[in-house]
């Protein structure tokens, strides 16, 4: 495992993963859409099942511009503040874009960009007239009528401007800076700005706090703050002046929420799930969407806290060494790399049971557990003490695994077992150095002593040479190509691919069938095949003598294999049906005679 410094960066993506949610709504079906920090797009997740929904966008994204599956490149997002869903279309902050992008909520296709001329920050929708409302930067303000797409200046004092979140309820507009809760009453006509006066109450919940209004109560209003990581239920009086707290639920804790706790750890946005009755709050810096009812109960999660590459390799490397179906034919090492001095000398202690340890053995470069029965323990045990820190030179994991498996001492190569099949997998998450040295010494083990090498290609950070370098490691080892995975959840699932095809390579056959008996002598058949996933299993029958002793007599001249009998593709002969052919006048037309 590469434990270089880039394995402690920070992942996105993912099946249920979200990077840095700013705000979340949901659809009619009560489907939950995220906008995302930075260029990352736009998620939809199936609320039943917290996946993400693969007919929105890119399989569950949109937003980035990809006009393949977006239908042109005009909503592309960058820090989207704030998203809300409207007639079953998303719309959301694209600040750097200066614009509100509206994305299909069923399909994630594009249908309109508005471009505004300021930077946005602030953004909502009246539900009730179809005006979106959006400010931001200190120097702009405007309404989007969303039936006719008519957009209008307001014009109005700066305060409105600098608004961080808000919402409509009730004919009025509420909005919050400068550690106040801010009304002022709607135009019913025209453009339907706000009007340029307020009233306010103070609300000391820190530099940002969200607001999201009930639809069925026009006074109750729902805060989060980013500063406190908290979320209340407050009513606000008649005037606008003052407010009652009716609950104040979570704390600050990167730690998933429960039915007994709720825990925040600086969010950001709120929406709410009109067909449910729900509340949805971004838990801007756990990279979750979290789901609550109107009494603020925790319902569900989705996301939970960002991973970084490192604390994704130890999941995923947990997960196949307690997999009994993976570790009852399979005997486990494990070691970590980066740059420095590497190898593999010596054990200090039993190294048939694990105990003791490698010579050398640094903070950068060790084979922590050397390969044997009770390996998959104790990989369990001591996985999550691997930490992230230094370079990335492939000449640093090929020394400990070319040293340990060569070495005439400590080696776990058993000569005695012909049948004993050993490999080297290896992930990384960057471009290395040193890779020529590495991929000679590859192949040397490869050609020299059948060790196989796999090259794991993990996360986003690896350019277009980089991955060939990956692939170059693959080749030589005798494994035709890299494993590409560029998520958490991609590196579980193809490490146990490839572990499965270790141990398929073992036990690629069926039981055999014997004919005759065996005083006598007679056949035995045996179907072999070799494991590929995804694709069609390569293999053969073979025929082998039985001798009236039971013995197997490998030399026999009638013994076969189907994959050597078979004439060469452009010369055999295929039964099958022949469209507009009449067989009636021959039914018994497979025949050994058509076999020549």
């Keep these: 495992l ?53 007919g929105f966008g890119n399989n569950g994204i949109s937003g980035k511009g990809n006009s393949t599956y977006e239908g042109n490149n005009q909503c592309r997002t960058s820090y ?43 953004m909502t929708i009246d539900q ?25 200046n307001c014009s109005l004092h700066q305060i409105f401007k600098e608004g961080y979140s808000s919402t409509v309820s009730g004919g009025y507009y509420y909005f919050y800076t400068r550690n106040r809760i801010w009304r002022s009453s709607l135009y019913t006509s025209g453009s339907r700005c706000p009007m340029n006066s307020w009233s306010y109450f103070r609300y000391n919940q820190g530099n940002y706090v969200s607001l999201e209004a009930n639809p069925s109560s026009a006074t109750e209003l729902w805060t989060l703050s980013w500063q406190n990581s908290r979320m209340e239920k407050i009513t606000v009086n008649s005037a606008g002046n003052g407010y009652t707290r009716n609950s104040r639920i979570g704390s600050r804790s990167m730690t998933n929420s429960s039915a007994s706790s709720t825990f925040f750890y600086y969010p950001w946005g709120l929406g709410w799930d009109e067909t449910n009755n729900r509340v949805i709050a971004a838990d801007l810096n756990k990279g979750a969407v979290q789901i609550f009812d109107t009494n603020g109960d925790w319902i569900k999660t989705f996301g939970g806290a960002p991973t970084t590459r490192m604390q994704a390799a130890h999941a995923a490397i947990k997960s196949l060494v307690t997999d009994a179906s993976l570790t009852s034919g399979v005997n486990f090492g494990f070691a970590y790399w980066a740059h420095g001095k590497a190898g593999f000398t010596s054990w200090s202690g039993n190294h ?22 009770g390996g998959a323990a104790k990989i369990a045990g001591m996985i999550h003490t691997v930490n992230p820190g230094g370079g990335t030179d492939a000449a640093a994991f090929m020394k400990i695994a070319s040293q340990y498996y060569l070495n005439g001492t400590y080696s776990p190569i058993d000569k005695s077992s012909p049948c004993q099949n050993s490999y080297i997998l290896v992930i990384g998450d960057g471009d290395w150095y040193n890779h ?31 991955l060939r ?28 691919a490839a ?54 007599d490998p030399n026999d001249k009638g013994n076969w294999s189907a994959q050597e009998q078979l004439p060469k593709p452009a010369s055999r002969k295929i039964w099958s049906v022949i469209p507009g052919t009449d067989y009636t006048t021959d039914y018994n037309n497979f025949v050994t005679s058509n076999a020549t």
């Design 128 to 152: 009730s007239t179809g005006y979106l409302y959006v400010g931001g930067s200190r120097s702009g303000f405007k309404t989007i009528n969303l039936a006719n797409n008519s957009m209008s």
């Design 469 to 496: 370098n990956f692939n170059k490691i693959a080749v030589a080892g005798g494994t035709k190509k890299a494993i590409e995975a560029r998520t958490a959840e991609k590196l579980k699932s193809e490490l146990k």
């Design 436 to 466: 020529s040295w590495a991929e000679n010494k590859v192949k040397s083990l490869y050609t020299q002593h059948k060790i196989k090498t796999f090259a794991v290609a993990f996360g986003t950070g690896i350019s277009s040479s980089g």
């Design 499 to 552: 572990i499965s095809q270790i141990i398929a390579e073992k036990l690629s056959f069926t039981a055999p069938a014997i004919t005759a008996k065996l005083t006598t002598g007679g056949s035995m058949y045996q179907a072999s095949f070799d494991y590929a996933k995804n694709k069609e299993w390569a293999g053969t029958i073979k025929r082998t003598k039985v001798l009236p002793n039971g013995d197997l």
């Design 2 to 54: 590469d434990k270089s410094g880039s394995m402690g960066w920070r992942m996105g993506g993912g099946t249920t993963g979200m990077k840095y949610p700013y705000d979340a709504a949901a659809d009619s079906n009560g489907d939950i859409l995220v906008s995302q920090s930075g260029g990352d797009g736009v998620k939809k997740f199936v609320y039943n099942s917290a996946s993400l929904d693969s």
């Design 80 to 122: 989207s503040y704030s998203g809300e869903v409207y007639n079953d279309v998303y719309y959301t902050i694209a600040y750097y874009e200066r614009s509100v992008v509206a994305i299909n909520a069923s399909t994630g296709k594009c249908v309109k960009k508005y471009y505004l001329g300021f930077y946005p920050y602030s």
């Design 352 to 373: 048939k049971t694990g105990t003791g340890s490698a010579r050398p053995c640094n903070n950068y470069n060790c084979l922590k557990v050397p390969i044997f029965k």
